[in-house]
RNA sequence: CGGGGUGUAGCGCAGUUGGUAGCGCACAGCGUUUGGGACGCUGGGGUCGGAGGUUCGAGUCCUCUCACCCCGACCA
């Protein structure tokens, strides 16, 4: 159950693993490249899920669910999208013990099926914007793969939408892309840097991609989320037109948009320690653990009764729960909540029965230094204020440690030192050959363009050219 | 597909010059324990990744093969 973790100093590949694994967020599986979600995993994942739906319902969009499988003719229509996703799609050639006439493509992401059918669908302005986003898996033949981060088969969402003109669509872009950002920073604690794609890195069938950046622990960079402006690639090759208010043939505008499992992954690196996860209590299943203690029957009878107290009350306003096994002793239990990463334990023994009190330990902490007693009476306001108070420290935690390693090169040498060091953020003329020569010299890549920037003139940290912006370097997942 | 590594109990490992498989953890039962990873006793659990070969005899030697992990190329 509890194992020994390789700590993050030693091996942060391993240790990552291994957490993974122990806190049961996941396990490999019997297929290559694949992996079983575990309930403890799921449940963050859920809880991603419920906030994002949350938001996109609110935003006027619709669920809906499109098949697995995609007709491979479908596929080949786009050309820069074949291009990028023909050497990572599964084939089926085979069906009911018959070769299929025409192979079926097991979705990597389902532009071209969706749109299938937004062609039949739309016929005039009226019946735009079409605002639609589906909760599915899709499988990418991957190289390597790492749990979460990177898998053959993952969960995720994917919008798609289709809108009268490009200017509702790049709004509809950006739109999505705050409410990524604000998962991210507000639910996740997670800082990360909004930014433009460069060409190179943007979605295969897309104008252009817009992302959210994250450094991991190991101070590498990780995608955690894109929004595409797909202008009319897709309309253009599926045919979706409508008529405009001046009975005009136009042709739509289009979006698509997703996160995918791979943000539990970053919650791991971005969070955890050598003690193994550390959950921001707004994305914890559990965000409170109570531990009670006892060494004699009556105790116990006296310790549970004051537990079932707290569960019935502070269990109705937080995710909370009681471990009463009794097999296992209270430190056990202590560092088996500390790896899974519970924000807050609250161990009650006989004495804090007697005094009417518990003891108060945060998971974002050394815990047995910052220890409180706190009035059992007061609980439920202070354990408010400590899961607020938690949450806004895992995040302060993050942006400090990407802000120690965030580094502004102004050469190619002293960039290639940066990236082995964290991020770079640097001048960049925006040209495709400093792009490629740096990702020779470096093993970095250009991350993103942030949007938060002030554009002034500089000169490029690769070519020494003008420049008028400045890019993320990093070497990324 | 290249480089490295590992396959022996659920997990982590040992197994000598070939002689018929063991340790720790976990698991089950009982008892004592419980404020930072408790302890004792008893017990269950193995086609040694697979195939072939050498041998009286193979976990061990030889050949082939498969799987997985890590590092690269590809990618959310």
Redesign the pocket.
């Known amino acids: 159950?509890?194992?020994?973790?390789t700590p993050r100093s030693v091996d942060d590949?391993?240790w990552y693993?291994d957490v993974v694994q122990a806190a049961e967020l996941a396990d490999?599986s019997p297929?290559?490249?694949c992996m079983v979600i575990r309930p403890y995993g799921y449940a963050i994942w859920e809880s991603m899920q419920q906030y994002l739906d949350q938001r996109f319902k609110a935003g006027g969009h619709q669920p809906a669910y499109f098949p697995l499988f995609i007709p491979q003719s479908f596929i080949q229509k786009e050309a820069e999208h074949i291009e990028?996703f023909a050497?990572?799609l599964a084939v089926v050639t085979h069906g009911g013990g018959e070769k299929l006439e025409e192979p079926l493509i097991v979705r990597p992401t389902s532009e071209t099926i969706i749109n299938a059918m937004y062609a039949k669908w739309i016929r005039s302005y009226r019946d735009l914007p079409i605002l639609y986003y589906q909760w599915c898996n899709v499988v990418?033949w991957?190289?390597?793969?790492?749990l979460f981060?990177?898998?053959?088969e993952?969960l995720w969402h994917e919008g798609h939408t289709a809108h009268a003109t490009a200017d509702e669509a790049m709004k509809e872009v950006m739109a999505i892309l705050d409410i990524y950002r604000e998962l991210a920073q507000n639910e996740m604690a997670m800082p990360v840097i909004p930014g433009r794609k460069s060409d190179s890195?943007k979605?295969?069938g897309a104008d252009a991609t817009w992302?959210i950046e994250a450094m991991m622990g190991n101070k590498w960079a990780?995608?955690?989320?894109?929004s595409h402006f797909l202008g009319q690639h897709f309309a253009k090759v599926f045919n979706i037109q409508f008529l405009d208010e001046s009975n005009q043939l136009q042709m739509v505008w289009q979006t698509s948009w997703?996160v995918?499992?791979?943000l539990v992954g970053a919650l791991v690196m971005v969070h955890g320690d050598d003690?193994g996860l550390r959950l921001p209590p707004r994305m914890a299943p559990i965000q409170v653990v109570l531990v009670p203690?006892?060494?004699t029957e009556e105790e116990?009878c006296q310790v549970m009764a004051v537990a079932e107290r707290v569960r019935a009350e502070l269990g109705q306003h937080v995710r909370l729960k009681v471990d009463d096994r009794?097999?296992?002793?209270?430190?056990?239990k202590?560092?088996?909540w500390?790896?899974r990463g519970v924000p807050l334990?609250i161990?009650?023994?006989?004495?804090?029965?007697q005094n009417n009190q518990?003891?108060l330990?945060r998971r974002d902490m050394p815990?047995?230094q910052n220890?409180c007693f706190v009035s059992l009476d007061a609980l439920l306001s202070e354990v408010r204020k400590l899961l607020d108070d938690i949450q806004r420290n895992l995040y302060a935690q993050a942006l400090r440690f990407r802000d120690e390693n965030t580094f502004h090169p102004g050469n190619l040498e002293e960039l290639t030192d940066a990236v082995g060091k964290g991020f770079a953020r640097a001048y960049w003329c925006g040209s495709a050959e400093c792009e490629n020569r740096m990702k020779e010299t470096t093993?970095a890549t250009i991350r993103c363009v942030p949007m938060d920037q002030e554009k002034e003139p500089g000169h490029c940290v690769i070519c020494g050219q003008a420049a008028s912006e400045k890019a993320i370097f990093a070497r990324?997942?």
Do not use: C, H
């Open positions: 159950m509890v194992q020994k973790l590949s391993t693993t490999y297929v290559r490249g990028g050497p990572q990418r991957e190289m390597r793969t790492r981060l990177r898998t053959t993952f890195e979605f295969a992302t990780l995608q955690a989320g894109t997703a995918t499992t791979r003690q203690i006892w060494k116990r009794d097999d296992l002793s209270p430190g056990f202590f560092n088996d500390e790896m334990r161990e009650l023994g006989p004495k804090d029965v518990a003891v330990a815990a047995r220890k093993r990324s997942f």
